[in-house]
């Protein structure tokens, strides 16, 4: 329709409210989700062997319906009306806003999670590439964490469903290695620590020991020259993730 072809918002929407509204309608959308499979299978609610599902869904319910009114609250204020609209914004605004220096912005934009609902145009992933990698190199050199939790959890699967990260992300092993026990070194002991240390190696296919030694040494050395005096982590850094993803 014509809304399609209108510049997206007549006012450019903050980065930080295109993010909230973004998320609010990706929790919308999955709180939605959630009701539908308990709707689909109301015509088991008699049987007695479906009672506990049932219970549970009206607690759902029940959960849910307070949480669908906070979140329409925060929807009416948002520009979009629909999620891909929502996502579009949400992508342009990080992008504009890292372009003029918001490091936030900046590792949002390079996550690049953001589900428009359509493929990405090559203008747009050539941009990506360009401006993402740049924001890459600067986060390194600033010691900033996100970055390395941004690659160590950029799995072959989160880079696909991506479709811009793997311009700036190589999925390999080695790779997620790398980030891994770089985290590691800045990290204090506690949960985020064994999740780290469960997750460094496949002791199934463990990776070579000289893919090993070469890694261990690209850590060490990058912790001392751009991470030494960045802050200890005690809980995995927030790389721009909506909380219903996995680590």
């Not at 941004?150 to 989160?158: D, E, K």
């Not at 469903?161 to 999925?171: I, T």
């Not at 912790?223 to 909380?243: G, I, Q, V």
Request: aromatic letters at 8%; glycine letters at 4%.
């Amino acid at each position: 329709g014509p809304a399609e072809t209108a510049p997206t918002g007549k006012k450019q929407a903050s980065f930080t409210s295109a993010n909230a509204c973004a998320m609010a309608f990706r929790e919308k959308d999955s709180v939605d989700r959630q009701l539908r499979v308990c709707e689909n299978n109301e015509q088991y609610r008699n049987d007695p062997q479906h009672a506990e599902y049932f219970k549970s869904c009206d607690a759902r319910t029940k959960k849910f319906e307070a949480q669908l009114n906070r979140l329409s609250a925060s929807l009416a204020s948002c520009n979009a009306s629909t999620i891909e609209a929502a996502e579009l914004e949400f992508y342009e605004s990080a992008r504009a806003a890292a372009a003029s220096g918001d490091v936030n912005a900046q590792i949002c934009y390079v996550r690049g999670t953001f589900f428009i609902g359509r493929p990405w145009t090559q203008q747009e992933k050539d941009a990506y590439k360009a401006e993402a990698s740049k924001y890459v190199d600067s986060a390194f050199k600033r010691g900033d964490w996100r970055i390395a939790e941004l690659l160590r959890s950029a799995t072959p699967q989160v880079v696909a469903q991506s479709g811009l990260l793997a311009a700036v992300v190589n999925p390999e092993r080695a790779n997620s290695y790398r980030m891994n026990r770089l985290l590691r070194r800045g990290t204090e002991t506690g949960e985020y620590a064994q999740l780290l240390d469960a997750l460094a190696d496949n002791p199934g296919a463990p990776l070579p020991p000289d893919v090993k030694s070469e890694a261990d040494l690209w850590v060490a050395r990058t912790y001392d020259m751009y991470f030494s005096k960045s802050a200890r982590l005690t809980s995995k850094p927030n790389t721009c993730m909506t909380s219903e993803e996995s680590p």
